[in-house]
């Protein structure tokens, strides 16, 4: 009987088989686990459907697979050994479309596994292991999908991947949609070689103290900014906001809070909460300037640039923020940044952003004016919230009194809105901060 | 070095060769007195005189018969077609005979002669006097193809053919006739064979011939000036011998290639090199092979439609963005 790629999920449309835990020609116990079987939200163990031998593997570990394909095949116990159906197998997935993920995905994987052959390029100046279509390539079997789900792996990166014996499914895409590049293939494993990195950091040459090589992020960091510097017209507008009301609402809630979630109940959620819902009344600035139009995007999948202490900025994204609750943009938030400062974000945590947030207030600025996060197209800046005075209108007669007061900075791609836009947007944010009825939405949190 | 223009360049390059070996001739339809249809063979006859710069009949067939006897006889004959479309008049001599010649007298006869013919489109002579034949000749074995986008490498390209001891094809775009380009001074013979690479840049490789060249090299100026995107460029000059070394290295440098042709879609030289280039050099690919080319039909006389039909920058643009995204 065949063994096919169980249904794993409501929306999930295929999986990657990661290991096998029989071998052609081994007995099969009825539920004993046969494979392990994964797909970007779950790794599952999957069990034998029937007792018997199993006759065929088809889908070998590390190849993705449609849900229903064929993977294996177990003669049951009572059957006739029946001839293998044969490299049709794959047939469902196989589809003569070229540009169809999956038909590569099967065939690409059948190459490598007949022969070393697949390589067939002259070694001319790429990765010198490309002669030896030899034992590296047969032990290491290209892979044609990065078996999280993202698009397909181009030739250069599945070549690549195989020769530096690199797992795709490690490396964060730096290309259209997530897509995995020969760039990205080959900074990742520069920055695998402890050796060359440790000392570059650790030891400059005496000579010449004052010289520090790039890290990788940096280096990284330093392209997109003067990339997105060189292309987007930067325009910097900034709103001073009264943050009294939330500020009275963190010192009520505060404590509770922390208690609760084991975290600080700070302004960013807030603000992160205000952005969504000022972003939907003007979505051009949710969105991506394509030189003739303005892809507009149903998610605000907000960035949060995190620094690492001077190592580097990175912007993991929550995704989906127009439809999180306060509270709930506060746990991603605070997930999102702990991740990052231990260094455990996937590269899915920092894909499809559409709109960023940027905290240098954190270090006590009044005012900053950030490069616009291409091929976003707006970015804001959240200065330093202090004491200040402020002025309070009154029937009676204009007063003073002293409130927590932060300058909103947006910078904007002047090509795809103008300052009116961007103005409009930032009075909304303030009002929304400074009016919003935020204790309500603390209390639909249920408890404290 | 000298500025000329491209016809000029034509003039200049036959008149350097007519000069320098007694045994080259030249001849055509109007080239002598009248100085050729498009003006590029201005003042040949008046300085090599009537033996050496001869005005034809309007026959194809006995022009590229009369070259082919001379050239087996100890001449070095440039013989023109005016047009590149009318090469199918006289298609039988270049292909079954002269293109063979060599063959089939095991190396005993060769054929050192040239055809020159203005190809291509962009002046609204309608469909019969528009085409870019080039393809033809790439796929007869036995022809040199070559077709130069600048007045240098029309004179210097000219002049390797001239001392090319096989038959060569000589492509000029006649829409490229009144362009200005600096040509170096006293004698200047080019190499068949050698791409040009033009413009560096590690994005993509856009490889063009003739008047795409222009189209591609403003591609690649808006590409990276508006769109971040930096494009290496790659002027093909000859299609055969095909400098597949210089298309493969750049392609493996930058992982993506883009064709920039005039010709129809059906069977053009960027279906040639993306095919070596799907096959030589796979495993360096981040992406498909993206040809952009006139559609599979006639060319329209109508400037508004040619235009459209004929690859623009802005299309080329479009094409490479696409490809990136």
Partial sequence: ?448 | MAELTYREAVAAGIAQELARDESVVFFGEDVAKAGGVFKTTVGLYDRFGPKRVRDCPISEQAILGAAMGAAMTGLKPIAEIMFSDFLAVCWDIVANQIAKTRYMTNGQISLPLVIRTANGAGSRFGAQHSQSVENWAMAVPGLKVVAPAFPADVKGLLAAAVRDPDPVLFFEQKSLYSMKGEVPDGEHCDELGKARVLREGKDCTIVALAAMVHRALGAAAILESEHGIAATVVDLRSLVPLDTQTVLAEVARTGRLITVEENPRLCGWGAELASIVAQECFWDLEGPIVRVTTPHVPLASADLLEDHQVPSVDRVVRAVREALS
């Avoid at chain 1, 490396?171 to 494993?189: F, H, K, Q």
């Avoid at chain 1, 995007?297 to 907000?302: E, Y």
């Avoid at chain 1, 945590?349 to 616009?372: K, R």
């Fill in chain 1, 1 to 448: 009987m065949d063994v096919i790629m169980p249904q794993l999920g409501e929306t999930v449309a295929e999986g990657t088989v990661l290991k096998w835990y029989k071998q052609v020609g081994d007995a099969v116990r009825a539920d004993e686990t046969l494979f392990d079987v994964e797909t970007d939200k779950v790794s599952m163990e999957i069990p034998a459907p029937a007792a018997g031998v199993l006759t065929e593997i088809v889908v070998p570990e590390g190849v993705t697979a449609k849900v229903g394909a064929r993977l294996a095949v177990i003669r049951a116990a009572g059957e006739e050994a029946a001839p293998s159906a044969g490299p049709s197998a794959p047939a469902p997935t196989a589809a003569a479309q070229a540009s169809a993920g999956q038909a590569s995905t099967t065939q690409a994987s059948a190459a490598p596994a007949k022969s070393g052959a697949a390589p067939a390029s002259p070694a001319r100046g790429s990765a010198a292991a490309a002669q030896a279509s030899t034992a590296p390539a047969a032990a290491v079997p290209l892979r044609a999908r990065d078996g999280r789900g993202g698009p397909p792996l181009s030739p250069v990166v599945r070549r690549l991947c195989a020769e530096l014996e690199l797992d795709p499914g490690l490396i964060s895409g730096t290309g259209p949609g997530g897509r995995i590049t020969r760039e990205d293939v080959l900074l990742y494993a520069e920055s695998r070689r402890p050796a060359a990195s440790a000392p570059a950091a650790a030891r400059p040459p005496a000579a010449d103290a004052q010289t520090r090589p790039l890290t990788l992020v940096r280096r990284r960091t330093a392209e997109h900014m003067a990339r997105a510097w060189a292309t987007v017209p930067h325009v910097m507008q900034a709103v001073e906001v009264n943050f009294a009301a939330i500020g009275a609402l963190r010192r009520a809630h505060g404590p509770g809070w922390q208690a609760k979630e084991g975290f600080p109940l700070t302004f960013l959620p807030f603000i992160a909460r205000a952005v969504c819902l000022a972003l939907g009344k003007f979505p051009e600035l949710n969105s991506v300037f394509e030189g003739d139009a303005l892809r507009l995007n149903s998610r605000i999948n907000l960035g949060i640039a995190v620094d690492l202490q001077r190592e580097g900025l990175v912007v993991p994204v929550v995704k989906d923020a127009q439809a999180r609750s306060l509270a709930e943009l506060a746990r991603a938030i605070d997930d999102l940044s702990s991740r990052a400062r231990a260094g455990r974000l996937v590269p899915d945590d920092m894909s499809e952003g559409t709109y960023t947030l940027t905290n240098n207030g954190a270090f006590g600025t009044v005012i900053t004016a950030p490069i616009v996060n291409a091929p976003q197209v707006a970015i804001l800046s959240i200065d330093a919230i202090r004491k200040k005075p402020v002025v309070v209108e009154a029937a009676a007669g204009d007063g003073i009194a002293i409130a927590p007061v932060g300058m909103l900075v947006q910078s904007f791609d002047h090509r795809a809105v103008d300052g009116a836009c961007s103005a409009s947007f930032l009075t909304e944010l303030k009002s929304i901060l400074e009016t919003r009825a935020w204790q309500d939405e603390l209390r639909l949190e249920g408890s404290d």
